[in-house]
Every structure is written in C-alpha cells, then in structure tokens.
C-alpha cells in the first residue's frame, strides 16, 4: 500500500460528517450553541468524525455539508443577515431537496419560512423552505414547554418569542401543545415545522441535550446522506458513556417537564 492509500484508509476510518452551525455571531442566545456540542459529542460517541464550521456573513461556504444548525436571535440579528443570507438561499434550498437535515430555532425558524413582518412593520422575506408566515405581535410567549410528537415523542425545551407564525394547508408542525397560549402562535396548539429532514422550532434550552431522540434524528440523516447508511462503529466504552448520558438526559428530562411555565 503507498503513501496515498493509506491517507485515503485513514480517511475512510475517520468517517468525518461535517456540521455548520449557521451566523452564529447574530443568530446564537438562550443557548442554542449548546446543540451543536450535542450533536458533536453523540456523533463521536456513535464513532464518526464531527467536523464543525462556523458561517457568518462573508465567510467561505464548506466544501462539504452534512447538518446545519441555526439559532434564535433578536429582530436586529435577523436584519444583520439577512443580505447575505439571501446570497445563500439557492444553496439552503438545494441541500434541503437532497435531504441534508438542519434543525433552525426561533429567528431562523421564522427566516426558513416565507416572511417575517416585525412589530414596526418591517417585511423580512423568508427563503420559502417551510410553508409559514410570522407577524410580530405585542406579547410574547414564554416560559417552560412540553410539546407532543409523533415521530419523538414529548420534546421538552423553552420557549420565548413575540413572533407568532401560522402553518399553510398541509404544513406538519414539529409537535402539537396542550393549550392555548403556547406554541406556534398560541392559537391552534402546534409548535414549529418539519419538512424533508429539516426541524423548525421555537425551543431554545438548548433542545438538544434534553432530547436525545431529535439529536440522533439529523445524526442518522446526516450519516445517511454523507455514506448511503447509520452505521455506528463505537467501542465499549463509547456505548457505556452514551448510555450513561441518555440515562443522565432521562431525569433531567422528568425534572424539565415538571417545572412551572
């Protein structure tokens, strides 16, 4: 074997998967940084390789990517953006249609759908990935959250946004809310979006730590885009430390749904 076959092997038995977090400069409170060091521990704990960017306006586009996190921010962050984010929106759409999974809160939640109309009145056009609009409105909604899902069950998070968005005919919510007053708008008991591999919510906390079940979601999405498959390739030691965490997650979940909003 020469030199260069062994760099390739090498590579191969790295098996890196390459995650963006995106503005995180403008677009990044409540935690929601805390997603992306979940999402790079598990993949390390499930024997992949994570390889993480930081994008912020007028950076280089990775050459590979492989999972976008996006966070909340305030009106002013979403403003700071939003030309060069709309520099990057063929690129965003096209990689949904290829099934790369991203998981937005908040403000990017609201950027991935059509548009935002803040409180002044200020229009904030969207890129269209999710079939929803935001108005901006006096109130605001927050406090503690327990949404249902089907696909993963109770998600557990915090919610805190005066943005209240409304989901086209047809639009999946990412989960449903027990009453009114929560949610997407407070209105019609569904919180965030899914479409293709591609989560929207207005759960901060972080969500990720408290829900284990999303995080492995866009890993084996991630996985599946980057090599055709989820194949973890853990040693015991890896399996014992992940069991451990999700059993540590387990009770801080039991703990998290019983607080007071």
């Known amino acids: 074997m020469n030199q260069g076959d062994e760099v390739m092997k090498s590579r191969d038995e790295r098996r890196p998967l390459d995650v ?59 403003k700071k953006i939003a030309d060069d984010f709309f520099k990057r929106a063929d690129t965003l759409r096209q990689l949904v249609q290829e099934d790369v999974p991203m998981l937005m809160i908040c403000g990017m939640y609201q950027l991935f759908g059509e548009y935002f109309e803040t409180i002044d009145g200020t229009r ?18 927050i406090g503690n959250l327990v949404e249902h899902s089907e696909q993963f069950g109770d998600v557990i998070g915090y919610e805190n946004h005066s943005g209240q968005t409304f989901l086209r005919e047809g639009v999946q919510p990412f989960g449903h809310v027990d009453r009114e007053g929560w949610g997407n708008n407070g209105k ?24 284990p079940a999303v995080a492995d979601f866009l890993i084996h999405a991630a996985a599946v885009h980057r090599y055709g498959e989820f194949q973890p390739q853990q040693s015991e030691e890896q399996k014992a430390e992940l069991a451990h965490i999700n059993e540590i997650v387990a009770n801080a979940r039991g703990v998290a749904a019983s607080r007071p909003r």
């Open 124 to 141: 904030l056009d969207g890129i269209g990935v999710f079939g929803v609009y935001t108005e901006g409105r006096e109130s605001r909604m």
């Open 20 to 78: 963006m977090s995106i503005y995180p400069r403008d677009m990044n409170i409540y935690g929601d940084w805390g997603n992306v060091l979940t999402i790079t521990r598990r993949l390390t704990l499930y024997g992949y390789e994570p390889i993480v960017h930081t994008y912020n306006q007028g950076d280089p586009w990775p050459e590979h990517v492989d999972m976008i996190l996006g966070g909340g921010g305030q009106d002013t962050g979403q």
């Open 188 to 211: 019609d008991r569904t919180e965030g979006a899914i479409v293709h591999n591609v989560i929207g919510t207005y759960m901060h906390g972080p969500l990720l730590p408290k829900n």
